[in-house]
């Protein structure tokens, strides 16, 4: 396998834009999908990143990514590492490059000083759950991710001023 694990640039903008699309369809989310590259541009390659990405490469080709950000463990007093997204594309799997990116953000993770790396699968990938087991991912059963957006964040988030002001 002649596969390298690049950091993405900014001129990797529109691969990182295809890779999320495809992604989404693999996903069948391909209708949320909504960003505008230059924000997106800004939150990754901006002064203040807000995630990072990693190109898989197979025999130069660019083949996959991973794209991840930081979080923090109160409890462990540390920060962890959250994948966002990992994917790989079909004409490119069985050659190794999703394990290869999972091993790339597993030393990043031991490098920075991250107590760990955690990331959410659909429940309906079975490919994908099988694969983590094989890696040594356990999965968080007792665990439920929640989730605020849209009109609600708007709301909350106008709750939150509102009240904020008349504390």
């Given amino acids: 396998m002649t596969a390298t694990i690049r950091p993405a640039t900014r001129d990797d903008l529109p691969l990182i834009a295809s890779l999320i699309r495809e992604l989404a369809d693999y996903e069948k989310l391909l209708d949320k999908v909504r960003f505008d590259e230059e924000v997106l541009a800004g939150h990754l390659f901006g002064p203040r990143p807000m995630a990072e990405v990693v190109i898989a490469q197979n025999a130069g080709e660019a083949a996959g990514f991973a794209?991840?950000?930081?979080?923090?463990?109160?409890?462990?007093?540390?920060?962890?590492?959250?994948?966002?997204?990992?994917?790989?594309?079909?004409?490119?799997?069985?050659?190794?490059?999703?394990?290869?990116?999972?091993?790339?953000?597993?030393?990043?993770?031991?490098?920075?000083?991250?107590?760990?790396?955690?990331?959410?699968?659909?429940d309906w990938n079975a490919p994908s759950i099988a694969f983590y087991h094989a890696l040594g991912a356990r999965m968080m059963n007792e665990w439920r991710t929640m989730r605020v957006d849209d009109d609600a964040l708007l709301e909350l988030g106008g709750a939150v001023r509102s009240g904020a002001q008349s504390g």
């Fill in 67 to 122: 794209l991840f950000f930081h979080n923090f463990s109160t409890f462990e007093g540390k920060p962890g590492i959250y994948l966002e997204d990992l994917y790989v594309r079909p004409e490119a799997r069985g050659a190794g490059l999703g394990k290869a990116l999972l091993q790339h953000l597993a030393r990043l993770a031991v490098e920075r000083g991250c107590a760990r790396l955690e990331w959410s699968v659909l």
